[in-house]
Nanobody, 115 residues
Framework: QVQLVESGGGLVQFGGSLRLSCSAS????????MSWYRQVPGKERELVAT????????NYTDSVKGRFTISRDNANNRVHLQMNSLRPEDTAVYYCHARLWVDKWGQGTLVAVSS
């Protein structure tokens, strides 16, 4: 049973913060590259951030650099996305992704930023 479950989405005002969580089952997040993607209707799914396994390295799309931080909690087998200084342009459904022997996706969690 390989599964990814996102949580933590919601409605937040401009400049606010949210922390998304991705709970993994069936594999260790410490071993595999993990990513957050986001998608709005009518647009392609966009890679937001990646954290690589074993030796930590991270990558971010330019629009979130300095505002978002991807991290992993190996003890609880979770990956987080801390989102600060949120803007309306960040509104999207956010998806957790694992690069395993196959690609695995979570069901998504909605983030909506007002004003």
């Amino acid at each position: 049973q390989v599964q990814l479950v996102e949580s933590g989405g919601g409605l937040v005002q401009f400049g606010g913060s949210l922390r998304l969580s991705c709970s993994a089952s069936g594999f260790a997040v410490a071993t595999y590259p993990m990513s957050w993607y986001r998608q709005v209707p009518g647009k392609e799914r966009e890679l937001v951030a990646t954290i690589n396994g074993i030796v930590i390295s991270t990558n971010y799309t330019d629009s979130v650099k300095g505002r978002f931080t991807i991290s992993r909690d190996n003890a609880n087998n979770r990956v987080h996305l801390q989102m600060n200084s949120l803007r309306p342009e960040d509104t999207a459904v956010y998806y957790c992704h694992a690069r395993l022997w196959v690609d695995k996706w979570g069901q998504g969690t909605l983030v909506a930023v007002s004003s």
